[in-house]
């Protein structure tokens, strides 16, 4: 019998997907062009230094063992070029040293999967059930994610939740701050307790997550509790815009601790609540004129705001921020 005509049986437990191994080369080929381009694009920086005897200083000096990075798509096995410095020893602190971007020295995971794992281990599946979890995600190779691996990478994320909330905010200035109160189930005991969140807008327009706290519900001395807690860690310039939905705890806390802050009722929340009062036929077309009104690039006209029956039932189209 010759070897053309042996065909490998599927192993009980394996899944044999076509689509998913052509994926995966296809990643493995991506990444080793991406690696090999941020090598020749280091090179090229370097190349008019010579050595002493007038030889290129920065080459190329073979490849770092082969390793695998686990990806949402299973293992993709990668090999990192190394870089050498002919004019510098191994300890000389002047060493050229290559320091990669793409492949990080010890990177394992990628950042999808170091995403997934906090977000599977508050849905609730315990230390013991990852692998197995994770094995029907990103098939049966799924290395490095044992309970014991698991159990480390949880240490690391109390550590982070520890250190999050105590750093440095005076130098932090938002222009617009969003506040709102997101109820969980998962990993807490009292369902009725909910997260305070607040995300901040920066002057050049990045978004940042300030600050959040458990509380009992949104009430105003737990939305009090948080503000407070920002001022005593250094935000003491308050921001010039506060948008929130219709919950009166925030708005209460909030006019105590940035009296000056101009408030607004986020447009997502306003939107929802009057199109849930609307039949389910009328609300696409409701939808679309409220978003017509919040995104409007000017004010109404002068007529609309004539007389005060008109701005009753006129809306007010400012271009705002929204939730």
């Given at each position: 019998?010759?070897?053309?005509?042996?065909?490998?049986?599927?192993?009980?437990?394996?899944?044999?997907?076509?689509?998913?191994?052509?994926?995966?080369?296809?990643?493995?080929?991506?990444?080793?062009?991406?690696?090999?381009?941020?090598?020749?694009?280091?090179?090229?920086?370097?190349?008019?230094?010579?050595?002493?005897?007038?030889?290129?200083?920065?080459?190329?000096?073979?490849?770092?063992?082969?390793?695998?990075?686990?990806?949402?798509?299973?293992?993709?096995?990668?090999?990192?070029?190394?870089?050498?410095?002919?004019?510098?020893?191994?300890?000389?602190?002047?060493?050229?040293?290559?320091?990669?971007?793409?492949?990080?020295?010890?990177?394992?995971?990628?950042k999808s999967i170091e995403t997934l794992l906090p977000i599977l281990y508050l849905k609730g599946i315990s230390t013991g059930d990852f692998s197995e979890a994770l094995a029907a995600l990103l098939g049966k190779d799924?290395?490095?994610?044992?309970?014991?691996?698991?159990?480390?990478?949880?240490?690391?994320?109390?550590?982070?939740?520890?250190?999050?909330?105590?750093?440095?905010?005076?130098?932090?200035?938002?222009?617009?701050?969003?506040?709102?109160?997101?109820?969980?189930?998962?990993?807490?005991?009292?369902?009725?307790?909910?997260?305070?969140?607040?995300?901040?807008?920066?002057?050049?327009?990045?978004?940042?997550?300030?600050?959040?706290?458990?509380?009992?519900?949104?009430?105003?001395?737990?939305?009090?509790?948080?503000?407070?807690?920002?001022?005593?860690?250094?935000?003491?310039?308050?921001?010039?815009?506060?948008?929130?939905?219709?919950?009166?705890?925030?708005?209460?806390?909030?006019?105590?601790?940035?009296?000056?802050?101009?408030?607004?009722?986020?447009?997502?929340?306003?939107?929802?609540?009057?199109?849930?009062?609307?039949?389910?036929?009328?609300?696409?077309?409701?939808?679309?004129?409220?978003?017509?009104?919040?995104?409007?690039?000017?004010?109404?006209?002068?007529?609309?705001?004539?007389?005060?029956?008109?701005?009753?039932?006129?809306?007010?189209?400012?271009?705002?921020?929204?939730?």
């Amino acid at each position: 019998m010759s070897k053309d005509n042996i065909i490998k049986l599927i192993q009980p437990g394996n899944v044999a997907d076509q689509r998913t191994e052509i994926l995966r080369n296809g990643a493995r080929a991506l990444l080793a062009q991406a690696v090999e381009a941020e090598v020749a694009d280091f090179l090229g920086k370097h190349a008019d230094l010579k050595t002493a005897d007038g030889h290129q200083r920065v080459v190329r000096h073979g490849h770092l063992p082969e390793r695998e990075v686990m990806t949402g798509i299973g293992p993709v096995a990668v090999r990192q070029p190394r870089v050498r410095d002919r004019e510098a020893g191994a300890t000389d602190p002047d060493r050229i040293r290559f320091s990669p971007s793409i492949l990080p020295p010890y990177m394992r995971r990628s950042k999808s999967i170091e995403t997934l794992l906090p977000i599977l281990y508050l849905k609730g599946i315990s230390t013991g059930d990852f692998s197995e979890a994770l094995a029907a995600l990103l098939g049966k190779d799924a290395a490095g994610l044992s309970a014991s691996a698991i159990g480390r990478l949880k240490d690391g994320w109390l550590d982070e939740h520890t250190a999050w909330p105590r750093r440095d905010l005076s130098a932090k200035r938002y222009v617009y701050i969003w506040a709102d109160g997101i109820h969980l189930e998962a990993r807490l005991e009292d369902e009725k307790r909910c997260i305070l969140v607040l995300i901040g807008a920066t002057s050049e327009g990045r978004k940042e997550l300030v600050g959040f706290t458990d509380g009992a519900r949104e009430s105003a001395q737990d939305w009090r509790d948080l503000l407070l807690e920002l001022k005593r860690r250094g935000l003491d310039v308050p921001p010039r815009l506060a948008i929130a939905d219709g919950a009166l705890g925030f708005w209460k806390a909030a006019g105590e601790v940035w009296p000056k802050t101009r408030e607004q009722r986020c447009w997502v929340h306003k939107s929802a609540n009057v199109i849930a009062k609307l039949p389910k036929s009328q609300q696409p077309k409701a939808k679309r004129a409220l978003q017509e009104i919040w995104m409007a690039e000017t004010k109404p006209p002068p007529s609309w705001r004539s007389t005060p029956s008109s701005r009753a039932t006129r809306p007010n189209t400012r271009r705002l921020p929204t939730a």
